[in-house]
């Protein structure tokens, strides 16, 4: 699967003209991939869209640093070298709780300890008393499958569920609701199938240790029954 036979006419095997069997489907594709793509990124946090470490310096004087435009929500932050910490999400109303003020009503300047974010910054409870180096990592939104882009790990790893996003989209432009393996509420629950799927799969594949707890009690063969 890629975005080239996916946008292909309807006699092209494997193209969503031809998952609908609708020759003038052609044309509306690549809106109809944009939805769906951005239809399973609003509901899938898995660890093929984790950042590598993106590191930086906070500036002094200031309690907020800019999130990376293709950010869908932290994952970590952490102050590096000498002043290494490692700092919690908080609600932004614990964050604001936290403000503190000298003599002169001027916000302390200090490490900060705790964090949240909004529609363009991470916010800090503490205005940086100095240049601390840094460390995050995000989700991000991974670049749209188009002609110069045209696999993703979506492609790749998951394409029947990209398939039933795109049906789901594609059964609506076509007003294909109510009729039959075409209705949108058939490839709707589909696709929370397979994004559930996917997630547990993702969250298995992050477990580092299994510790006591993460099991409970033992199934045959002594193998562990995992509470979820």
Known sequence: MDYVTLTAPKNTPGSLADFLNNSTLTAAAPFIIKEAESEIYRRLRHWRMLTSPVTGTLTVGNDFIPLPVDCLEPSIFMLTGLQQ???????????????SYDDAGNRT????????FNQTNLVFDSVAD???????VYYQ??????????TNFLTDVYPRMLRCAMMMQATEWAKDSGV???????????LIEQIATAQAESDRAR???ISGEAFIGGGSGGAPVYSW
């Not at 910490?85 to 403000?99: A, G, H, N, T």
């Not at 939104?141 to 045209?150: K, M, R, V």
């Open 207 to 209: 477990r580092a240790v």
């Open 109 to 116: 300047q200090q490490q900060p300890v705790v964090y949240s």
């Open 180 to 190: 039959g393996q075409f209705d949108r509420t058939y490839w709707m629950q589909l």
């Open 130 to 136: 100095q240049a601390y180096p840094y460390a995050l």
């Open 85 to 99: 910490s490692w700092l919690d999400q908080k609600p932004i109303e614990e964050v604001m709780r936290r403000w």
């Open 141 to 150: 939104q991974p670049p749209a499958l188009s002609a110069s882009n045209p």
